[in-house]
DNA sequence: TGACTAAATGAAAATCAATTTCAATACCGA
DNA sequence: TCGGTATTGAAATTGATTTTCATTTAGTCA
């Protein structure tokens, strides 16, 4: 690692050597804060903006990519599996991966028509996960006799 | 529109129904500030908070989704259109649609194949459209002298 | 036609992740 | 070892988004 940092003109560092094996110990869908507490767990020094800075430079040396699901946080994947989707539970926010070849053969055959340049595909489905699905049964069928209507939604809740 | 709000209980204003209409007006992923300068040109009085509100209530009664490409604007696409992907250049940060029947038919599959209950797709292609390639290689062309070696990218510009 | 009440508005403030600044410190090649 | 550059950490800043709250208004009903 340290030697591969070497020719991208980079220096090593405890805090980034730190960084680095705590976000390929995480593995997927990593964000800035859950890389950053787990980092403070092994070395509570080691500055919110050091982390941030070594998941971008993760990025920019081509280990990992963005993942932006647009619940607001930013999280980051390993480029190390080939080409894959994700499931998108609306409801508890979980990535599910899934096999991407066929359907990229396509997509850069759409792209290739258009006469663009592809650098990354995002596909992303998003919904209900079995598991939520069938809490959410449970729950309905207990209490079918309560609460009638339900009012609006408030909007938005975000970040 | 008026009878449709009042069906979902919400109320008509002229602020409403003019943010409603520049919407439309403007087509195709619009951001909050591109709307609201819209907006602005015809009332001046309108609050920006009262543009973002009519935004979101426009996706709550199910006329436009977001469509968030990860460069920090959430932007807002009619849902009248079949479903779509988008290529999103990321050097002129425009986007383009393409058509996505068939696509989306293997998706379908994909999903119902993990249990997941699908409510959207979403697809995307990063990448460079022809015409800032073009514009690129006219560049490089002209500079085949200069500047022999590029530096470190600085970390980072989004938003 | 009023009068009432919940919804809507606008300005300002609050949020919140993401990013930058800057002074101090640490790498690492000569 | 030494010196210049990269890195670090704390704090500040940014910029989009969202909320708050006092005021106004739309739609309902007598
Ligand atoms: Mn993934
Ligand atoms: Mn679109
Ligand atoms: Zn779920
Ligand atoms: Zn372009």
Redesign the pocket.
């Known amino acids: 690692m ?1 030697e591969f ?2 020719t991208k ?9 730190l ?1 680095f094996r705590s976000f390929f110990e995480l593995g997927e869908h990593v ?3 859950e890389l950053f507490d787990r980092v403070r767990q092994i ?1 509570k ?10 998941l ?2 993760i990025c920019e040396v081509g280990l990992a990519r ?1 993942v ?1 699901v647009g619940d ?4 980051y994947d390993r480029v190390t599996r080939k080409p894959h989707g994700h499931f998108y539970c609306v409801s508890c926010k979980s990535l599910l991966e899934f096999d991407l070849n066929e359907i990229a053969g396509r997509l850069a055959k759409v792209a290739t028509a258009e006469k663009f340049e592809t650098e990354s595909f995002k596909v992303e489905i998003e919904g209900v996960c079995k598991s939520c699905r069938d809490k959410e049964n449970r729950k309905t069928k207990r209490s079918l006799s309560e609460s009638p209507g339900v ?2 939604a ?6």
């Open positions: 340290r940092l070497k003109g980079y220096k090593m560092t405890p805090q980034r050597e960084v964000s800035v804060d070395d020094a080691v500055g919110y903006s050091t982390v941030w800075r070594n971008k430079l963005e932006n607001g946080v930013t999280r009012s609006k408030k909007l938005s809740k975000k970040r």
